[in-house]
């Protein structure tokens, strides 16, 4: 347990890094307010189940990169293959700190859209408790399995780099996949997806959503683990027929 609250602890330290510095915090901001301005254009009705519900990918968004990062960085290769620190402790804690990263910056691009619409507002407009319950528990699956996504490719490739260019692009096609494959399915499921997408139904769909999200976060995690070990396994071997 103290060797995963040191990881924990070092994945901390390590932010202003990870965040790529002023550039990356530059980014991160431009990308918030680009958040905060669909409420001028949609006013109340930025409330909407639909809209909230591609909030939520702003966890993924995040959290995919940063674990990347984490795992593939040029800086990372010493402490990936340290055998001090298991390998469980190193893959749960990583990820664990990529979800969390993915989770708060999609609370601060949904907070900074909700003051842009209360500001636009003559009265307090805010989402139900229970819609905004589901939807902080989609968004933690969804920044769960990014982050445990992020994981298990990076340990894959082994770079940085190229997990990234996977990860957009597997992203992309999840994006894809939600706006385009609902519309060519029969007109009776796509009116059980819009009767799941009214705003009494959206909280249950937001964590219908998530449970299976956690699940495959945790294979995820699992698989890299494994991966890890196998490969600190294969390097102690290359090690022993070197000596």
């Given at each position: 347990m103290n060797m995963l609250a040191d990881v924990l602890t070092e994945e901390g330290r390590k932010l202003p890094a990870r965040l790529g510095g002023l550039k990356g915090a530059l980014a991160?901001?431009?990308?918030?307010?680009?958040?905060?301005?669909?409420?001028?254009?949609f006013g109340p009705a930025f409330l909407d189940?639909?809209?909230?519900?591609?909030?939520?990918?702003?966890?993924?968004?995040?959290?995919g990169p940063f674990a990347a990062q984490s795992f593939g960085g040029a800086s990372e290769l010493v402490?990936?293959?340290?055998?001090?620190?298991?390998?469980?402790?190193?893959?749960?804690?990583?990820?664990?700190?990529?979800?969390?990263?993915?989770?708060v910056l999609f609370g601060a691009a949904l907070g900074a859209a909700l003051v842009t619409l209360n500001s636009e507002s003559s009265?307090?407009?805010?989402?139900?408790?229970?819609?905004?319950?589901?939807l902080l528990c989609l968004s933690l699956g969804a920044a769960c399995f990014a982050a445990a996504t992020g994981a298990r490719v990076t340990l894959a490739v082994r770079t940085a780099r190229a997990s990234r260019q996977?990860?957009?692009?597997?992203?992309?096609?999840?994006?894809?996949?939600?706006?385009?494959?609902?519309?060519?399915l029969p007109f009776a499921i796509q009116e059980h997806i819009h009767a799941a997408l009214t705003r009494r139904q959206f909280p249950v769909t937001c964590l219908a959503l998530a449970v299976p999200l956690l699940v495959l976060a945790?294979?995820?995690?699992?698989?890299?683990?494994?991966?890890?070990?196998?490969?600190?396994?294969?390097?102690s071997i290359l090690g022993g027929v070197d000596q």
């Open positions: 991160i901001a431009f990308l918030l307010v680009l958040a905060a301005l669909p409420p001028f254009k189940p639909q809209i909230l519900l591609a909030y939520a990918a702003f966890a993924m968004l995040f959290a402490t990936i293959e340290d055998k001090a620190i298991p390998a469980r402790d190193l893959v749960v804690g990583k990820t664990i700190a990529a979800a969390l990263y993915g989770w009265r307090p407009v805010w989402p139900t408790l229970r819609t905004t319950v589901g996977l990860l957009r692009l597997g992203f992309l096609f999840l994006v894809l996949m939600m706006l385009a494959f609902p519309r060519v945790v294979w995820l995690t699992i698989s890299a683990i494994g991966e890890l070990e196998e490969r600190r396994q294969g390097l």
